[in-house]
């Protein structure tokens, strides 16, 4: 049988820490852990069990600001409309300020849980809201309101360059709406193809510049379309493999997954990754849910949180794509 430095051309490193930049294949004994461990990268993308969140929810502010290792879960549904907003670390859930008014079915973006944007959505007192608040990591702030209030309303973009998608319970009922947000008033521009409500959007937290949206109500008719904003103009691209609504999502107009929703009944765990030309089926999530909450830099790295199954969820799973480079620990069983 050949050795490991047959194979690879050099023995095993004994290092006291695991190497900040392994490449793939390279081996180590880290002997402070007195471990085995290896470089590898993921064979098909799939999904783990994260920390759950302190409070269960469904239909919080989707998208969250950030990514899967820096995000905010704001407001919800849990046996009624909630203001509870979690700060996510990577590892952990943490309460932290509510948002001003309670809310639900409300758009949100941002870069991470320092810096997020949310706004429209339903409110105990009224049907729909057009407020906006802003979040600086601590605290809430007042924004310029929406010129069109509405619920389910997507958002992507950053704080300072926000984007509003779709949406319904105003006038018209339903609607393609599109809002761009310049850190302190909202402005309309053209309309999406399709009037839809409860889709989902990426476009990570880069400027209003570039987003897709995909999925939504009334289902067949808006459930799988898929379209792609370039800053001026929605494109109909091409559509979901299964139509649905209440559908999550996370990524770029290149680089996206589109997870869970249904046609409620039924509710659905399948997932599917964008590459920006193409949607493909992939591996599943382990909680069947709808209106969960995602976020995203790619289709490399996510997280989805909260839900309904049909009862409100606290769930959270955290996507790794294949391709992914990873550490493993090597065992003798």
Known sequence: MATYKEIRGTNIEVLSSDPSN????????NSTSNVLKGQTATAAGAWATGNAMNTGRNDGAQSMAGNNS??????????GIVANVESWNGSAWTETTDVPTATYAFGGTGASNTS????????????TTNATYEWDGSSWTSGGNLNSAQRYRRGAGSQ???????????????TGETEQYNGSSWTEVGDMNTARTAGSMGGGASPYTAALYFGGYPVPSGGAKTELWNGSNWTEVNDLNTARQYVSGAGTT????????GVLPPISADTEEWNGTNW?????MSTTRY??????????????AGGATPSASSAVELWTGAGVQTTVTFTDS
């Open 22 to 29: 392994p490449v793939e294949g390279q081996v180590w004994y």
């Open 70 to 79: 820096s995000a905010l879960f704001s407001g919800g549904y849990s046996g």
């Open 116 to 127: 997020a944007l949310v706004f429209a959505g339903q409110t105990p007192g009224a049907a």
């Open 160 to 174: 300072t360059a926000g984007l509003a998608a779709s949406g319904n319970g105003g006038s018209p009922s339903l």
């Open 254 to 261: 290149t680089s996206a997954l589109a997870f869970g929703g």
């Open 280 to 284: 493909t089926e992939t591996t599943n």
């Open 291 to 304: 209106g969960s909450s995602g976020a995203g830099a790619s289709s490399a790295s996510a997280i989805a």
